[in-house]
């Protein structure tokens, strides 16, 4: 549970202090910070931001942003996240109760899920989208996903170099490109064992949350398209094979990067197909299966934001969600107070 966040030349918030109880909402007309507030949350206890870049989150008149979350487990701890400009480039320093940490060490302390307007873009939207948000679930149920992640993202960012250099014969030496395949194989078959179980965990729940929030026995089914194989010798092969190709491109075409998780509604696929209201449905279904997956995972209820969604949704959707939110700690933002709620502590902003 989160106590109160403190705020020091945080995107909009010179200085502020908000304290939370179970269910809070924050309400103030546009443009008075709420958003901001919920992304120093999120910030805190995820270390990326999740609507914007880091360097945007420092004050504009400042050089350096401090956040103090207070977060209760069985004692409290102070989770304090510092970033500080210098010229081009920025530095992070996060520590708790006074002891420096990495970020692997506070990703899933706490976890949490947000809800935006946007979320149906997870439909609509690309691949990207969909792959970010899966591992935005993963990082917090799993430090052997976050690792091999992070181990993937540096050895592609590697090898994606050589192949530029390749390309543009800047280099023609090519056997470091075998070492490269060699170091991702491991990290991406761990990546493809996390994502499978979590792709089935979707599988045997989606279809039923969307039925209860639509009302329909509609079938919903999750298929990750791979475009590398699933085993470690294969990826090996797979990724040798690739190499004339992606030396010829400059980048490195296939792998869990360029994966594509295809959602299907009875059957057809959903990214073109669905009405919006099936769309709503949908994405607030996944997000409600988010929701149950951190929850059996991590055996701790996750932290909800709902970033001013609630007037979004049909009274049916409402009720769903709120029914959600009285669950476990919730923060609501809103341009007005809202009436479909009750019991909760009230922020004006
Ligand atoms: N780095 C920054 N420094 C100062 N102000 C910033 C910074 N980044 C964003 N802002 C400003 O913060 C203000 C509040 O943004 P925020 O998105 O939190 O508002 P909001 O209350 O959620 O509004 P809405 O109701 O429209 O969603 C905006 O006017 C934005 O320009
Ligand atoms: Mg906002």
Same mark, same amino acid.
């Given at each position: ?6 705020? /020091? *030349?945080?995107?909009?918030?010179? &200085?502020?202090?908000? =304290?939370? =109880?179970?269910?809070? #909402?924050?309400?103030?007309?546009? #443009? ?9 949350? %999120? ?33 409290? /701890?102070?989770?304090?996240?510092? +970033? !500080? ?80 250099? +390749?390309?543009?014969? +800047?280099?023609?030496? $090519? =056997? ?14 761990? @990546? %493809? $064992? ?8 979707? /599988?045997? *729940? ?6 209860? @929030? ?10 990750? +398209? *791979?475009?590398? #194989?699933?085993? $470690? ?8 094979? *690739?190499?004339?190709? =992606? ?39 996944? !997000? ?36 959600? #939110?009285?669950?476990?700690?919730? @923060? ?9 709620? &009750? ?7």
């Amino acid at each position: 549970m989160i106590k109160s966040i403190k705020l /020091n *030349n945080f995107k909009s918030h010179p &200085s502020l202090g908000v =304290d939370f =109880d179970n269910i809070t #909402a924050i309400v103030g007309k546009n #443009a008075t910070g709420k958003t901001n507030i919920l992304e120093a949350i %999120y910030y805190s206890l995820i270390t990326k931001p999740f609507k914007s870049n880091r360097a945007s989150l420092i004050n504009y008149d400042s050089d350096f942003t401090k956040i103090n979350l207070i977060y209760e487990s069985e004692k409290e /701890n102070d989770i304090e996240s510092r +970033l !500080k400009s210098n010229g081009r480039s920025l530095s992070s320093t996060i520590t708790i109760n006074g002891v420096k940490k990495r970020a692997s060490e506070v990703i899933g302390l706490q976890p949490i899920v947000v809800f935006v307007p946007d979320d149906s873009r997870l439909i609509t939207d690309g691949p990207q989208f969909r792959r970010n948000l899966i591992n935005s679930i993963i990082i917090q149920t799993s430090k052997d996903y976050l690792n091999a992640l992070n181990k993937f993202q540096k050895i592609l960012n590697q090898r994606n170099r050589l192949l530029y250099s +390749l390309r543009n014969n +800047l280099t023609s030496s $090519k =056997d470091q490109l075998f070492v490269y395949n060699l170091q991702l194989a491991e990290p991406i078959s761990t @990546i %493809y $064992k996390y994502r499978d179980e979590f792709i089935s965990f979707l /599988n045997n *729940n989606l279809s039923e949350k969307y039925s209860s @929030i639509s009302g329909s026995k509609d079938k919903v089914h999750v298929d990750y +398209l *791979n475009t590398l #194989a699933k085993d $470690k010798d294969d990826i090996l092969k797979m990724l040798e094979s *690739n190499t004339v190709d =992606d030396i010829r491109l400059g980048y490195t075409s296939k792998g869990p990067h360029k994966d594509e998780i295809l959602i299907s509604l009875n059957d057809f696929p959903s990214r073109d197909n669905l009405s919006r209201g099936e769309n709503r449905s949908l994405s607030l279904a996944i !997000k409600l299966a988010e929701i149950e997956y951190l929850k059996i995972k991590t055996s701790t209820p996750p932290l909800l934001l709902l970033d001013d969604v609630l007037s979004e949704l049909d009274s049916d959707r409402q009720k769903h969600l709120i029914e959600q #939110a009285e669950k476990q700690q919730t @923060i609501i933002t809103s341009t007005e107070i809202d009436k479909s709620i &009750s019991g909760y502590k009230l922020i004006n902003l």
